[in-house]
């Protein structure tokens, strides 16, 4: 364990500690009337006794200056072992997200609002955040980080357990319209960003949350190869299948053109990378709440992480100890020789 | 012994106590009293703001120093909201945002400052250029747009909005931004009103529904605006005939009638802008921004330190009352403290004679 650090919180009071040396001055204010002095015999006892009430009172003071300053431990990291894993949330945060998610084989006319969601529909985008804040409420052990993705990567915080943190970068995507363009490529390597230079600590992996695929040029595959294989990260897309689109996955009587749709092109490329990837595909609340829960019942894997230790207040301790004191001077008073005999 | 004589003995030895030792035993009840760690539930002023940040290539513009290393207009105010933000008091609630183009992204929704500090330091380190998703920048319809976004949150946030004014492209002084005072649709995200020109930024609120700072970040002389690729590597500067000179109206549109002028609603021609050819280099607009919040109903503030930022942000107007737990030890432990100092000086007490007598006799004579 690293040393035991100490502060104060407010150092200022820390200007009257000179105060506790008074009772060590040498001057007497608690005296007896007695006729002549010298009939009385030298008492090396008591002198003793006195010099340690005096050291007593001077503790107590010392101790109420501290408790004053407000003496703490500031929080300290200490590594943990947890169920749970690293993960960075790559979620859209194009435009096509604001629009419903559809029941498959309705279509869109039929829902139509004036834009975007409608009263009774909710969009792909607020129920991934709201599936996502439930993910992230019910596993307090998982890092998880966020990066927004549109014509440029955003990524918005690196690994907190902070739900504060958390659920305010969730809640920030409900905010305004979405944005109108996609790169996910870049969307990607910035979500890979976060493991480079990163001990590994527990699995890793992407969760990508998006409406649309991909057509990713050459350089950028290569790239996104190197980075994903290298930092031994999985991936895990959540495809939120928009109205009309024909899915990831081929079917029979699949045209040419289908098969080079960006969706399938981008499953196509995740699959030959080889690494853990998993595909889902949420045609409906039912099957985005599956896919979520799913990650949640794999991905357990023991996981170490550092949590902050909270800081821990020193001040009562320094005024018990100050009133502890102060019994014994107390007590030591109502003792004392108050008239002679 | 009766229980009244016990009292009674009691009572004789206080009252044979000296001043010094009634001091200690009342400061000994306090101190007692504080280790009951009682609280006083009172409330205190907390400040809530959405605080939006310019990430459009102006913001690239060096003005500012750092320990005497120059440094760009975005780096200066990063560095100031850091120092500001373990400043502000607990209880306040900070979300960030950011502009480009004509509109805000917030990034991070408004969450309590003292234990989210280190979370929210990350979020601001990472906001930079790179993030800008167009290469445009309306300051004043991206000013609407956090205050939709601040309503659209529902809290009683404020806006802090940063940049330096630089509107790209320039704004016709005939499409200044305006309040919509008649509408009061407040709804939807119609932030254009479709009746006037597409491109008058239009504000569907009422005035003053929205609280907030404009904060004005640059330097006075014009300087050219670094050209950066989206992953913010340098290209050189922007120049001259890169960036548009002239605004929108004054542009027109291409169309097949050679020479074509738009028109207002009355038919007649709207004034067209002469191009100052200045637009590619960029300094702090500082009486446009000042104007156009005085109009909007919010502060402006110009920024030069962190301190000058916190006394703008902890003004009494953007005070909200956040429960709070006061600590009384502190109140208990500093009187007990104030009495024991009064019970060991000396010339604060009445000195008997005997220590008179004590020094003539040479020596020390303790009574324990």
């Not at chain 2, 004789?12 to 200690?24: F, V, Y």
């Not at chain 2, 005035?207 to 330097?219: A, F, K, N, W």
């Not at chain 2, 009638?257 to 191009?275: H, I, L, R, S, W």
């Not at chain 2, 709070?324 to 009187?335: K, P």
């Amino acid at each position: 364990m690293a040393p035991i650090n100490l502060a104060f919180s407010e150092p200022g009071w820390l200007l009257s500690a000179p105060l506790a040396l008074l009772p060590l001055l040498r001057r007497d204010a608690d005296t007896v009337n007695y006729s002549w002095l010298a009939l009385v015999p030298p008492d090396p006892l008591s002198t003793a006794l006195g010099w340690l009430l005096r050291i007593v009172a001077a503790a107590v003071m010392l101790a109420i200056t501290l408790g004053l300053a407000g003496l703490h431990r500031p929080q300290v990291p200490v590594e943990r072992v947890g169920k749970g894993a690293e993960i960075v949330l790559l979620l859209d945060r194009s435009r096509s997200m604001d629009e419903p998610l559809l029941p498959k084989g309705s279509q869109p006319a039929l829902y139509s609002g004036r834009r975007g969601e409608s009263a009774d529909l909710e969009s792909k985008g607020r129920m991934a955040r709201r599936l996502l804040s439930e993910f992230s409420a019910n596993r307090p052990d998982d890092l998880l980080a966020l990066v927004l993705f549109s014509a440029s990567p955003i990524p918005v915080m690196s690994f907190t357990q902070k739900q504060d943190m958390i659920q305010g970068a969730i809640t920030a995507g409900g905010v305004g319209k979405g944005l109108s363009e996609t790169d996910m490529g870049r969307g990607l390597l910035a979500a890979a960003d976060f493991f480079d230079q990163r001990a590994y600590a527990g699995s890793r992996l992407i969760l990508l949350v998006s409406d649309g695929g991909a057509q990713l040029e050459p350089g950028m595959r290569e790239r996104l190869t190197t980075v994903l294989k290298r930092n031994r990260i999985g991936l895990y897309w959540i495809y939120i299948r928009s109205a009309g689109a024909r899915g990831i996955r081929a079917e029979a009587g699949d045209s040419e053109a289908m098969e080079s749709a960006p969706e399938r092109s981008l499953h196509r490329f995740f699959e030959g990378l080889g690494i853990p990837y998993r595909a889902y595909e949420a045609e409906d609340p039912e099957a985005l709440k599956r896919a979520i829960s799913d990650v949640s019942r794999l991905e357990n894997l023991p996981i170490q992480y550092q949590e902050m230790l909270p800081r821990f207040d020193f001040a009562t301790r320094c005024y018990a100890v100050a009133a502890v004191g102060c019994l014994l001077l107390f007590a030591a008073a109502l003792m004392r020789v108050r008239r002679w005999p | 012994m009766s229980l009244a004589d016990r009292f009674a003995g009691l009572r004789d030895a206080l009252r044979g106590l000296s001043m010094r030792s009634r001091l200690t035993g009342v400061a000994m009840l306090l101190l007692l009293i504080a280790l009951f760690e009682p609280h006083w539930k009172t409330t205190r002023d907390a400040f809530d703001f959405v605080v939006t940040l310019d990430v459009t290539q102006s913001m690239n513009v060096m003005d500012y120093e750092i320990d005497g290393k120059e440094t760009s207009r975005l780096n200066y105010a990063k560095h100031t909201l850091r120092q500001v933000l373990p400043a502000l008091p607990c209880g306040s609630r900070i979300g960030w945002s950011i502009f480009t183009e004509y509109r805000v992204l917030l990034l991070v929704a408004p969450i309590e400052v003292c234990d989210n500090y280190h979370e929210l330091l990350d979020t601001l380190d990472r906001i930079d250029g790179r993030m800008a998703w167009a290469n445009a920048s309306e300051v004043a319809k991206g000013v609407f747009w956090s205050m939709r976004s601040v309503k659209e949150l529902g809290g009683s946030h404020g806006v802090l909005f940063i940049t330096d004014g630089h509107e790209s492209p320039p704004l016709n002084p005939v499409l200044r931004p305006v309040l919509d005072a008649k509408s009061e649709k407040g709804q939807g995200y119609t932030y254009m009103d479709q009746t006037t020109w597409q491109n008058k930024p239009v504000y569907d609120g009422k005035p003053g529904d929205v609280r907030g700072l404009i904060v004005g970040v640059g330097g006075e002389t014009l300087k050219p605006i670094p050209k950066l690729d989206p992953e913010g590597h340098p290209m050189g500067y922007w120049g001259a005939d890169e960036v548009m000179q002239i605004d929108v109206i004054t542009a027109g549109r291409t169309g097949s009638a050679a020479g074509e002028k738009m028109v207002d609603e009355g038919g007649k021609a709207v004034a067209t802008m002469k191009p100052t050819m200045t637009e590619h280099l960029s300094s702090l607009k500082d009486a446009y921004l000042a104007g156009f919040a005085r109009e909007v109903e919010l502060g402006y503030h110009r920024l030069s330190d962190p301190a000058g930022l916190l006394r703008a942000m902890t003004a009494p107007e953007f005070a909200r009352p956040a429960p709070y737990q006061a600590d009384v030890r502190v109140l208990l432990a500093s009187i007990a403290f104030i009495l024991l100092v009064i019970a060991h000086v000396p010339a604060l007490l009445r000195i008997p004679r005997a220590r008179s007598l004590g020094r003539q006799a040479g020596k020390r004579f303790s009574r324990t």
